[in-house]
């Protein structure tokens, strides 16, 4: 079945510092989705992408659908404590398939 | 918009008995809903895929018998947990999927905490 790298599993970083993560697979996909899950809560959707090369922002969060569809990337700038969770991709081709998540730690 | 609830948010049950998780769409009609389990600082692990008037999907290694499913109608999709033990103990988030134009998203309930005594 589909499968996603999810990298890096988890990052520690001060306060400010820019964050950058990203999914990649061997299969294409049509949507990519970014998710974003606070300790004790349901994850939450950031960001959608869905062409190829697009590039959207949220806020801080910015995040780029890989031009050959098989990966996407998701940068957040000038981090805060409240950034601090756990990060999940899926991509999309018929049903999703999810990333393991990347668990941010922001240090003040 | 695409709101997705679930009750109770907290469960604490004794041993052997049963639990049932409510997981609703309050602003939209989900032909398909989802249910996950979350351990500790880990991944999502899909358990089971329910779709509205048809028995749900479940994946390898997940007991139907155990984990009864039901996606009565187009808003609401229920999770029992039968004959709950301790190793039941977990998170469980369940998501509804919305859009379909350009491409269908899952949006997350907050998720129900059970605790089995």
């Known amino acids: 079945g589909q499968q996603l790298n999810q990298s890096p599993q988890s990052m520690f970083i001060q306060e400010g510092e820019d964050v950058s993560m990203n999914c990649t697979s061997s299969?294409?996909?049509?949507?990519w989705l970014w998710y974003k899950q606070d300790p004790g809560e349901g994850p939450v959707l950031l960001i959608a992408?869905?062409?190829?090369?697009e590039l959207t922002s949220n806020g801080r969060l910015t995040a780029q659908f890989g031009i050959t569809r098989k990966d996407s990337f998701l940068n957040i700038s000038a981090s805060i404590p409240s950034d601090v969770g756990i990060y999940f991709c899926?991509?999309?081709?018929?049903?999703?398939?999810f990333g393991d998540g990347t668990t941010l730690t922001v240090k003040p | 918009g695409a709101v997705v609830s679930q009750h109770p948010s907290r469960v604490i049950c004794k041993s052997g008995t049963s639990v049932k998780i409510e997981c609703r769409s309050l602003?939209?009609?989900?032909?398909?809903m989802f249910w996950y389990r979350q351990f500790p600082k880990q991944s999502l692990m899909l358990m089971a895929t329910?779709?509205?008037?048809?028995?749900?999907?479940?994946e390898q290694g997940v007991e139907k018998d155990k984990f009864l499913i039901n996606h009565a109608s187009l808003t609401l999709s229920t999770l029992t947990v039968t004959s709950a033990h301790p190793e039941d103990s977990s998170f469980y988030i369940c998501?509804?999927?919305?859009?379909?134009?350009?491409?269908?998203?899952?949006?997350f309930g907050p998720g129900t905490r059970l605790t089995v005594t």
């Open positions: 998501s509804a999927e919305s859009g379909g134009v350009p491409s269908y998203e899952q949006y």
């Open positions: 299969s294409i996909f049509n949507t």
């Open positions: 992408l869905y062409k190829a090369g």
């Open positions: 899926a991509g999309v081709a018929g049903k999703s398939t």
């Open positions: 602003d939209f009609q989900a032909t398909t």
């Open positions: 329910s779709n509205e008037g048809s028995k749900a999907t479940y």
